[in-house]
C-alpha cells in the first residue's frame, strides 16, 4: 500500500471579514496578530496566511507598516510558511492590495482567480450593538461589494510579483475560477505545478457541499492533471468536516478565524491554534502525517524564507 502524502495545515489568523465584535478571539492588534500566529504553528500550521488590521479599531489595512508591526516576530518565533493575502480589502485597486507583497517578497501570496459577489451581510442581523464605528456599515453594505479580480489584474499581479519567486495560493470559489486559471497558464502567466486553495460557503461562490468538492476536483485534474495540489476551505460551520473530508481526498487543509469563528456548532472558538489543534487531531486520527513548514516548502516548491524580505 501507497504511503499517504502529508497533509499541510494552512491557517488563517484574521482575514477581512469577521469585525471585532464577532469574536473576542479574533486579533487585529500586531502582538495580537503575531501571538495567535506563533501559537498556530506550534499547533501543527506550516503555512500562515496573514492580513493586517488597523491596530486601533480592527479596520482591514493592506498598508505595509501594519504588516512589518509582526512579520520579523513571526519569522524569528516559528519557522512557518508566511503567506500574504493580495485580496486584502474588497474596496482597494488590485496596486494597493499588492504593496504588502511588493514590499515583503513572501515565499507565499493568495490570489483569487475571478472576480464575483463576495457577501457577508447577513452577518449584520445577528449584533445589536457594535464594539467600532465603522463595523455594521462595513458588514451590512457588504451586498454591494463585487470582489474585483478581472483578467487584467490577475495578469498585473503575475507579472510584477514575477521577479520574487513567489508562489501562488490559488483561491477558486467557483468551478469557473479552475477554466480561468487554465486560460492564464495557457498565455504564460503561471507555471506548474500550481497550489489550488478550493474554497466553499462564501455568499457568492459555490456552496459547501461534499458533491461539489467532489465536482471541484474532478474539474481540477481534467484541467491541470498531476501538475496541481490543493487544499481546501470551508467557510463557516462547514470548516471542519470539508476539510477532514479532504484530508482523506489527498488533499491539504486550511483554517483559521478568517474562515470561520467557530470550534463546534453554536460555540466560538478561544483561538486559531484552538482550530488547527482540532484539525491536526482529526487529521491524524484518520491515518494522514502532518507537515512540517519545510516538508510543506518541499511539497509546493516554494523559494525558502532564507529569500524574504522581512
Known sequence: MAKRPKTIITCAITGAIHTPTMSDALPYRPEDIAAQAVAAA???????HLHARRPTDGGV????????AFLPQIKQATGAV????????????????????????PEMCSLNMGSM???????????????????????????????RNTFADIANVAKTLAPH????????????????????MDIGLFKAPIFLQF???????????????????????????DDYRWSVLGAGGAQ??????????GGHVRVGLEDSLLIARGQ???????????????????????????????????????????
Open 117 to 147: 459577489n463576495f457577501s457577508f451581510h447577513p452577518l449584520a442581523k445577528r449584533y445589536d450593538t457594535w464594539k467600532f464605528d465603522w463595523e455594521k456599515d462595513y458588514v451590512e453594505n457588504s451586498d454591494t461589494y463585487i470582489f
Open 240 to 249: 471542519m468536516g470539508l476539510a477532514a473530508t479532504a484530508s482523506q481526498m
Open 199 to 225: 474554497i466553499f460557503g462564501i455568499l457568492g461562490g459555490i456552496g459547501p457541499e461534499v458533491d461539489n468538492l467532489v465536482f471541484m476536483k474532478r474539474t481540477a485534474d481534467r484541467l491541470f492533471g
Open 42 to 48: 506550534e499547533a501543527g500550521a506550516a503555512i500562515l
Open 82 to 105: 508566511v503567506n500574504i493575502s493580495t485580496g486584502g480589502s474588497l474596496k482597494n485597486t488590485i496596486e494597493e492590495r499588492i504593496a504588502p507583497a511588493l514590499t515583503f517578497s
Open 268 to 310: 466560538l472558538a478561544t483561538s486559531n491554534a484552538q482550530q488547527v489543534a482540532k484539525i491536526r487531531r482529526i487529521v491524524e486520527d484518520l491515518g494522514c502525517d502532518v507537515a512540517t513548514p519545510d516538508e510543506a516548502r518541499e511539497i509546493l516548491g516554494l523559494k525558502g524564507a532564507d529569500k524574504t524580505a522581512f
Open 61 to 68: 489595512s493592506i498598508n505595509p507598516q501594519d504588516f512589518a
Open 165 to 184: 519567486d513567489i508562489k501562488f495560493e490559488h483561491e477558486c470559489y467557483d468551478v469557473g475560477h479552475l477554466y480561468n486559471l487554465r486560460f492564464c
